[in-house]
């Protein structure tokens, strides 16, 4: 059966440049984090803004909604990271402790944790629960400038520009790191998490053996031209996806290796795909393009 996909709907964020977007845990809305300092919360299925946060002080990098969407964490070029209430759209703590603009930010399983990564190299984990100002954890292995962190039920995956990618597993207290030659801009778990997707700045996404580490597929293709640029798998783990300074959102049959698709908007554009999001249940996809986002989803062109 082929798979297409096809274009839903683009949204002008008016925010500035959208620097990225994430579903909600359940995918009924999403957060665009924009470089007008602003935080926006959408139902991306209508193309409806819901809500407008403020009180970065700087350029919004990046954002993630808690297990029950009823709280957002933000962070910014300003190397703060703010919890916001997502009802009142107030801010419910501010916290300080990164020395550097902090460029990604993600809630563990139970929302229970805050786990940001800034260009200090650093990567702190805050208890939401806790009144401390201090985080609860630092973890500071990484030479250079923290690109992503993601989180699963035991673990926590950051990737670092020193072309490191980390991951501290939580339940015995061990940090395993693979080196991947190159700065990596993202890295994430499979939908299984046998496997980890790793974006380098070589243009190169690599597929790992999550315990061995092996390299288990590259995918190769789309423009890296040193920018940030996020990949992922699709909800069924069979595709991989990935952004690109062609302004194309790259998929790869994860098996084969091979081009399955290059999606792009309504009009040719000279902005980059940097950011992406994966519906957490259906292959709906959103990514970031200046300061657009655009959403796709599968048609199975053999019918049922």
């Given at each position: ?104 930010v993600r809630f563990n399983e139970e929302s229970s944790m805050i786990i940001s990564g800034s260009r200090d190299n650093s990567v702190m984990c805050w208890d939401v629960r806790s009144k401390a100002q201090e985080p609860a954890q630092c973890l500071s292995e990484a030479k250079d400038s923290i690109s992503s962190v993601r989180v699963s039920d035991h673990e926590i995956l950051t990737s670092s520009f020193d072309g490191k990618i980390r991951r501290y597993d939580i339940r015995v207290g061990e940090m ?129």
């Amino acid at each position: 059966m082929e798979i297409e996909y096809k274009l839903l709907r683009e949204i002008d964020c008016k925010q500035g440049a959208v620097r990225s977007v994430r579903f909600s845990v359940d995918g009924a809305y999403c957060v665009t984090c924009g470089s007008d300092r602003k935080l926006k919360l959408w139902n991306p299925h209508r193309g409806v803004a819901l809500k407008t946060y403020g009180g970065h002080g700087d350029e919004v990098m990046d954002a993630c909604a808690s297990c029950d969407s009823s709280q957002i964490t933000s962070c910014g070029l300003d190397k703060s990271v703010i919890l916001w209430d997502v009802t009142t759209g107030t801010p419910v703590r501010r916290l300080r402790g990164h020395a550097g603009p902090v460029n990604t930010v993600r809630f563990n399983e139970e929302s229970s944790m805050i786990i940001s990564g800034s260009r200090d190299n650093s990567v702190m984990c805050w208890d939401v629960r806790s009144k401390a100002q201090e985080p609860a954890q630092c973890l500071s292995e990484a030479k250079d400038s923290i690109s992503s962190v993601r989180v699963s039920d035991h673990e926590i995956l950051t990737s670092s520009f020193d072309g490191k990618i980390r991951r501290y597993d939580i339940r015995v207290g061990e940090m395993y790191a693979d080196y991947m030659g190159d700065a990596v801009t993202c890295s994430s778990f499979t939908r299984d998490g046998q496997c980890i997707v790793v974006s380098c700045a070589d243009a190169v996404v690599r597929l790992m053996d999550k315990d061995s580490g092996e390299l288990l597929g590259e995918f190769t293709g789309h423009a890296a031209n040193n920018l940030c640029l996020e990949s992922s798998v699709d909800a069924q783990d069979t595709r991989i996806l990935s952004g690109s300074a062609d302004g194309k959102l790259w998929i790869w049959d994860l098996v084969s290796q091979k081009v399955v698709a290059k999606l792009s908007g309504y009009k040719p554009t000279k902005h980059p795909i940097v950011s992406l999001s994966v519906h957490p249940q259906t292959n709906c996809f959103l990514a970031t393009i200046g300061p657009s986002v655009l959403m796709w989803s599968t048609v199975s062109s053999v019918q049922e």
